[in-house]
């Protein structure tokens, strides 16, 4: 109250003017190493950091303004400095006081600290300033590698393309550090990770983040494969020593639902203290972190809760006696995209927590790269002739992508307009279905191409003059890379799917061009009967060549590992029976819910539950079906969206 404030001596601190010394101080007087390296290091801070703090957040060089630098969130300078002592803790070992070595781990810590957060079209500026402000000499003598005291200079690449061997005294490139591509068919293709650089530079940060105890953020547009990289990271911790806590956020979750989660992976220790069980440490990864709705007092409550958790070590029980449960060795990682399109700037005082980390899209080359070593490895066992389309394919797949990006934006009426590069994954992911004894020649696996590029990007549009600029960029691009097949690719119509034999349950479903509109209707046509005779209150069909082409693609995403469908039209135009016609040849079952007076979210919980025990005892795959109908809760969507 102002009565009690008034009895308050008060200190008022401008953040401008404490700065970001004392940080640095301090962090200086507790480290270990002898007083060479901590005057090296005071000398290089004072020399580099503050000019390079202002041209970011300024834009000052030289005492003139220009414009400041585009970071992927908004940073602190205290953030930016605070980082840079962790990277100094990950790269500089406390009995190093040789001073060049010293200066080259400083400045790769630089880039990992005050650059980290930076857009990819900004690093080269900052590349240029870092460099002109140390004045070392530049290294750019092809593939040798770059020694202590001088600084890499390719042409086309920065210091972040590097790292600094401390034990060898050069600098070695990360490309080189790479791993090779090891394809093995049993493991599914969501679960396949291609080797890049991006992947060698972020699984480093992240084991040496968690080393340390240091949360780690990273920050990126959708596709990225921030998720990716993080769940490979924690697949390959040792399961006797850790174990973790996924977390997916989203628009309706609460601090209530945060800390349920933890405390069910938690166990008490002594009377306030909590932790893994079995002496373990756990590793909690939030992924989607900006995206719980900001409160009327704008406020994230989730990001409330975590930041007094990992700030303070502690929570409160929500029980009446409001105690504080104390939590050991639990680490914390998460990933989020870039603010904006329903994601929330997240509070700075809680960034400020954790190490940023900017994940830049892959440019094309790295497409190109992991897609062709994915879709060549599938390829390995077919004809010559198939394997030598294998480049000309992604190339066409990158080529539409990028076109499609830049001609259909989104508007509010076609907000749905969003592609990303899960689209061409989902294009390799379809190609990967081919096997060698249904495709033999060129023709038949560019034409499997053409089909996928038509379900991953045309079968999203909505107006019939995008699908015809659609299909014109397609056209061109299959004219242009593969002229001599061009007449059977371009054939109509283009029905693919693995159906043909799902009359007989003995044979095995190979993916194959159905050829035309009589050889899918036979199929459907004996399966709806069947249905038919199993399901009365299935509706009779009449099969016309709309309704076998939205069967043929409703079947194929039931056929392919991890893929649902959004149909989206009028009502009464055969949605509902054209997904029971197709999950009922995809050999699964179909589960629904059925409203009644009163049902709500509790009693939608309880069917989740009935269907969770159906996937258990059973050994065939499920299509939950869900109307916009009966979708009378906004609470369903969440349930859904966290299957």
């Known amino acids: 109250s102002p009565a009690t404030v008034s009895r308050c001596g008060m200190v008022y601190l401008d953040p401008k003017d404490l700065g970001f010394h004392p940080v640095w101080q301090r962090w200086i007087a507790s480290r270990g190493g002898g007083g060479t390296q901590q005057a090296e290091l005071d000398r290089l801070f004072l020399r580099l950091v503050p000019d390079l703090v202002h041209f970011i957040l300024d834009g000052m060089v030289?005492?003139?303004?220009?414009?400041?630098?585009?970071?992927?969130?908004?940073?602190?300078?205290?953030?930016?400095?605070?980082q840079l002592t962790t990277l100094l803790d990950i790269l500089l070992p406390e009995s190093e006081d040789q001073p060049e070595t010293v200066e080259m781990c400083f400045i790769e810590a630089l880039y990992w600290s005050l650059g980290a957060g930076l857009q990819a079209s900004e690093m080269s500026k900052f590349d240029a300033f870092v460099k002109k402000t140390c004045g070392l000499a530049l290294y750019d003598k092809g593939e040798s590698q770059p020694p202590q005291g001088s600084l890499p200079g390719l042409p086309g690449s920065t210091i972040k393309d590097f790292h600094f061997d401390v034990e060898n005294k050069v600098w070695t490139e990360w490309r080189r550090q790479v791993p090779a591509y090891v394809h093995d068919p049993a493991v599914s293709f969501s679960n396949v990770l291609v080797p890049t650089c991006d992947t060698a530079r972020f699984?480093?940060?992240?084991?040496?983040?968690?080393?340390?105890?240091?949360?780690?953020?990273?920050?990126?547009?959708?596709?990225?494969?921030?998720?990716?990289?993080?769940?490979?990271?924690?697949g390959s911790l040792d399961t006797e020593t850790h174990t973790f806590l996924i977390m997916n956020f989203s628009s309706r979750t609460s601090s209530l639902d945060v800390q349920h989660n933890l405390e069910a992976n938690i166990e008490k220790r002594t009377r306030d203290v909590f932790g893994p069980p079995s002496s373990k440490s756990m590793l909690v990864f939030m992924d989607d972190m900006n995206m719980p709705r900001v409160d009327m007092y704008g406020t994230q409550q989730p990001i409330a809760l975590l930041k007094l958790l990992i700030e303070r070590g502690y929570m409160y029980n929500r029980d009446k006696d409001l105690h504080q449960k104390h939590l050991r060795d639990v680490?914390?990682?998460?990933?989020?995209?870039?603010?904006?399109?329903?994601?929330?700037e997240v509070?700075?005082?809680?960034?400020?927590?954790?190490?940023?980390?900017?994940?830049?899209?892959?440019?094309?080359?790295?497409?190109?790269?992991?897609?062709?070593?994915?879709?060549?490895?599938?390829?390995?066992?077919?004809?010559?002739?198939?394997?030598?389309?294998?480049?000309?394919?992604?190339?066409?797949?990158?080529?539409?992508?990028?076109?499609?990006?830049?001609?259909?934006?989104?508007?509010?009426?076609?907000?749905?307009?969003?592609?990303?590069?899960?689209?061409?994954?989902?294009?390799?992911?379809?190609?990967?279905?081919?096997?060698?004894?249904?495709?033999?020649?060129?023709?038949?696996?560019?034409?499997?191409?053409?089909?996928?590029?038509?379900?991953?990007?045309?079968?999203?549009?909505?107006?019939?003059?995008?699908?015809?600029?659609?299909?014109?960029?397609?056209?061109?691009?299959?004219?242009?890379?593969?002229?001599?097949?061009?007449?059977?690719?371009?054939?109509?119509?283009?029905?693919?799917?693995?159906?043909?034999t799902a009359l007989d349950d003995g044979e095995a479903?190979?993916?194959?061009?159905?050829?035309?509109?009589?050889?899918?209707?036979?199929?459907?046509?004996?399966?709806?009967?069947?249905?038919?005779?199993?399901?009365?209150?299935?509706?009779?069909?009449?099969?016309?060549?709309?309704?076998?082409?939205?069967?043929?693609?409703?079947?194929?995403?039931?056929?392919?590992?991890?893929s649902h469908a959004l149909m989206v039209g009028s009502g009464g135009c055969g949605k509902k029976s054209l997904v029971r016609l197709a999950a009922f040849t995809a050999g699964c079952d179909l589960f629904e819910i059925s409203l009644t007076r009163g049902y709500d979210e509790h009693m939608f919980r309880e069917d989740l539950k009935l269907l969770y025990q159906k996937l258990a005892a059973g050994d065939k795959k499920v299509v939950f079906l869900v109307t916009?109908?009966?979708?009378?809760?906004?609470?369903?969507?969440?349930?859904?969206?966290?299957?």
């Open 203 to 234: 699984d480093w940060i992240l084991r040496a983040t968690v080393k340390l105890n240091k949360p780690c953020l990273l920050v990126g547009e959708s596709g990225t494969s921030k998720t990716a990289a993080i769940d490979r990271y924690l």
């Open 628 to 643: 916009e109908n009966q979708i009378i809760e906004e609470g369903f969507l969440e349930l859904i969206n966290n299957m």
């Open 331 to 344: 680490g914390y990682v998460a990933a989020m995209g870039k603010p904006g399109g329903g994601r929330n």
């Open 62 to 82: 030289d005492g003139k303004q220009a414009d400041p630098l585009n970071s992927i969130i908004h940073r602190t300078s205290l953030n930016m400095v605070t």
């Open 347 to 500: 509070d700075p005082r809680f960034t400020t927590l954790f190490s940023v980390f900017c994940v830049d899209p892959p440019d094309r080359q790295s497409l190109a790269t992991i897609y062709t070593s994915i879709l060549k490895a599938h390829l390995a066992n077919f004809s010559e002739e198939i394997r030598a389309t294998a480049d000309g394919m992604i190339d066409c797949s990158l080529n539409l992508y990028y076109q499609v990006c830049s001609d259909m934006l989104p508007t509010p009426s076609k907000f749905h307009y969003v592609f990303s590069q899960r689209d061409v994954s989902r294009v390799v992911q379809g190609l990967c279905q081919a096997t060698p004894d249904k495709f033999t020649t060129s023709s038949q696996i560019v034409r499997a191409w053409r089909n996928e590029t038509l379900r991953v990007f045309s079968d999203r549009l909505i107006s019939e003059e995008d699908r015809r600029r659609a299909h014109e960029i397609m056209r061109d691009q299959i004219t242009s890379n593969f002229n001599k097949e061009s007449d059977a690719v371009l054939a109509d119509p283009i029905l693919f799917g693995d159906f043909m």
């Open 509 to 562: 479903r190979l993916y194959e061009d159905v050829v035309d509109y009589k050889a899918a209707k036979a199929i459907f046509q004996s399966e709806l009967e069947e249905l038919g005779e199993k399901n009365v209150s299935m509706l009779s069909l009449v099969l016309f060549e709309d309704a076998l082409e939205h069967a043929t693609r409703i079947h194929r995403v039931l056929r392919v590992d991890k």
